[in-house]
Nanobody, 119 residues
Framework: QVQLVESGGGLVQFGGSLRLSCAAS?????????????MGWYRQAPGKQRDWVAV???????IYADSVKGRFTISRDNAEKTVYLQMNSLKPEDTAVYYC????????WGQGTQVTVSS
């Protein structure tokens, strides 16, 4: 089973930046296995469903939701089994709990990290 631990969230003003990290671990989860997975960042705002915002595949190709394109950058460190999300030019509508998971996601999710953007 995979464990996912997100960190790096916080309170930031409109136009600010944050960098989120997600560390993956598990009994049968090694660097080689992690290399083969497409990983994504997702977010869930209050009263809304959880949606994906960015994905990076095993080859490093990235895709972004239209709402974050040009502002967010996803990256990965396979040796550390870690995924990052650099968020710039943050807006109040980016306020949400952010999660990472495989794309498509595993059943289990981490606790997420809260991002709050004030206007």
């Amino acid at each position: 089973q995979v464990q996912l631990v997100e960190s790096g969230g916080g309170l930031v003003q409109f136009g600010g930046s944050l960098r989120l990290s997600c560390a993956a671990s598990g009994n049968t989860f090694n660097t080689y296995t992690f290399n083969t997975y497409a990983m994504g960042w997702y977010r869930q705002a209050p009263g809304k469903q959880r949606d994906w915002v960015a994905v990076i595949n095993s080859g490093g190709t990235t895709i972004y939701a239209d709402s974050v394109k040009g502002r967010f950058t996803i990256s990965r460190d396979n040796a550390e089994k870690t995924v990052y999300l650099q968020m710039n030019s943050l807006k109040p509508e980016d306020t949400a709990v952010y999660y990472c998971n495989r794309r498509p996601p595993w059943t289990n999710w981490g606790q997420g990290t809260q991002v709050t953007v004030s206007s």
